[in-house]
């Protein structure tokens, strides 16, 4: 079993910034395709950025690229978001998401569909007011 918790959301102004954590911890911690889905009110979850931990191989949605990074540290088992020139759009319940890949197929971590993963954390709010 996998948990996953996300911490960081809050509420910012347009063009503001906010760095989302999630620690993923367990008895076998060994998911190596992490990624970050959000929910807006009246929509549905979309994926907005995935890595893959064995190689820091990243993927971002169209409409986060070139404003928000996915990174992970090995060391203490944790992806962040840095999200950057937030918009109202951007507002939205952010989930943490894990599952596993194998080495062939390590490329389907840039699959942004929610119900590939397995575990999840239970969201953080981020509120983008203009």
């Known amino acids: 079993q996998v948990q996953l918790m996300e911490s960081g959301g809050g509420s910012v102004q347009a063009g503001g910034t906010l760095r989302l954590s999630c620690s993923v911890s367990?008895?076998?911690?060994?998911?190596?395709?992490l990624g970050w889905f959000r929910q807006g009110p009246g929509k549905e979850r979309e994926g907005v950025a995935t890595?893959?931990?064995?190689?820091?191989?990243?993927y971002y949605a169209a409409s986060v690229a070139g404003r928000f990074t996915i990174s992970h540290d090995k060391a203490k088992n944790t992806v962040f978001l840095q999200m950057n020139s937030l918009k109202p759009d951007d507002t939205a319940m952010y989930y943490c998401?894990?599952?596993?890949?194998?080495?062939?197929?390590?490329?389907?971590?840039?699959?942004?569909?929610?119900?590939?993963?397995?575990?999840w954390g239970q969201g953080t709010q981020v509120t983008v007011s203009s």
């Open positions: 998401a894990a599952r596993r890949v194998s080495y062939s197929s390590r490329s389907s971590c840039s699959e942004h569909n929610f119900a590939l993963f397995a575990d």
């Open positions: 367990g008895d076998n911690p060994s998911s190596n395709c």
């Open positions: 890595i893959y931990t064995g190689f820091a191989n990243t």
